[in-house]
């Protein structure tokens, strides 16, 4: 069952790039006692992620934390090196924290996974955005498909927060 609003989210461990390389980062770690704005992307450069999901977030980070969000993180069934380099590429280094999910636990775990086996990319997140308060899912935004993003969108999200 997918997680819903209410929930706490479930303590799982991702990879993000520290200084010296890849470092594990719990739920605990990322969430406990902040305001995070989540959003999920079914694997970073495919076309829609590139060009319409990370921009619009890269474009309203400020706006995010204008209203009082802590931090903005993205998170994809990608490793570390690539989601660092996207990042770069992106120009979200700095401004969003790249959450690797590689063999997509906490996909799983918090039921977002959806199964693209069928076009070579295997197991990834389904496409949502969230927010996030200590942990806890205060609202949640899940696409219908994953060429989708208007749902999940820092748009979407920014007209949430009020």
């Given at each position: 069952?997918?997680?819903?609003?209410?929930?706490?989210?479930?303590?799982?461990?991702?990879?993000?790039?520290?200084?010296?390389?890849?470092?594990?980062?719990?739920?605990?770690?990322?969430?406990?006692?902040?305001?995070?704005?989540?959003?999920?992307?079914?694997?970073?450069?495919?076309?829609?992620?590139?060009?319409?999901?990370m921009p619009g977030f890269v474009q309203n980070v400020d706006g995010l934390k204008g209203k009082g969000v802590d931090a903005v993180a993205c998170t994809s069934v990608n490793d570390v090196f690539v989601m660092d380099a996207w990042a770069k590429d992106s120009g979200a280094t700095g401004n969003i924290d790249m959450l690797a999910d590689g063999s997509a636990d906490f996909a799983k775990a918090v039921g977002l996974e959806i199964d693209l086996?069928?076009?070579?990319?295997?197991?990834?997140?389904?496409?949502?955005?969230?927010?996030?308060?200590?942990?806890?899912?205060?609202?949640?935004?899940?696409?219908?498909?994953?060429?989708?993003?208007?749902?999940?969108?820092?748009?979407t999200m920014l007209s949430q927060l009020g």
């Open positions: 069952m997918a997680i819903q609003v209410g929930d706490k989210l479930p303590e799982t461990t991702f990879t993000v790039m520290g200084a010296e390389g890849p470092e594990p980062k719990s739920t605990n770690d990322l969430f406990g006692g902040k305001k995070v704005v989540l959003f999920a992307v079914p694997g970073a450069y495919t076309p829609t992620c590139s060009k319409g999901h086996t069928a076009r070579g990319l295997g197991v990834r997140s389904q496409r949502y955005s969230m927010l996030v308060e200590d942990g806890v899912v205060t609202k949640l935004n899940v696409e219908e498909a994953p060429p989708n993003h208007d749902v999940s969108s820092a748009v």
